[in-house]
């Protein structure tokens, strides 16, 4: 099993910026991809980025230009930074990633979530 730690979540005012952090523990072998999605009041859950062990990236139009995902493989974590932001913005996110274990095999797993919500 891994377990997923969130954090960096926040009140924020319009073009402004925060950082979101997502560490990954437990038995793992490989991270195969990490990601961040998204889910705002009444609307779908989406994909807002992603990265692949090799290091290609995935973003959602909404926020190329302004939002830059990362990782630190020796920490198993994820980074989400976010500039430029906007009300639209406002959301629980949700860091995602599918990795295998020395004894678990290859599967998904999602965090808890933190709130970043954009507001004057």
């Known amino acids: 099993q891994v377990q997923l730690m969130e954090s960096g979540g926040g009140l924020v005012q319009p073009g402004g910026s925060l950082r979101l952090s997502c560490a990954a523990s437990g038995d793992i072998f490989r991270l195969q991809v990490m990601a961040w999605h998204r889910q705002a009041p009444g609307k779908q859950r989406e994909l807002v980025a992603s990265?692949?062990?090799?290091?290609?990236?995935n973003y959602a139009d909404s926020v190329k230009g302004r939002f830059t995902i990362s990782r630190d493989n020796a920490k198993n974590t994820v980074y989400l930074q976010m500039n430029n932001l906007k009300p639209e913005d406002t959301a629980v996110y949700y860091c995602?990633?599918?990795?295998?274990?020395?004894?678990?095999?290859?599967?998904?797993?999602w965090g808890q979530g933190t709130q970043v919500t954009v507001s004057s």
């Open positions: 995602a990633v599918a990795a295998s274990g020395h004894a678990t095999p290859f599967r998904g797993y």
């Open positions: 990265m692949l062990n090799g290091g290609s990236t």
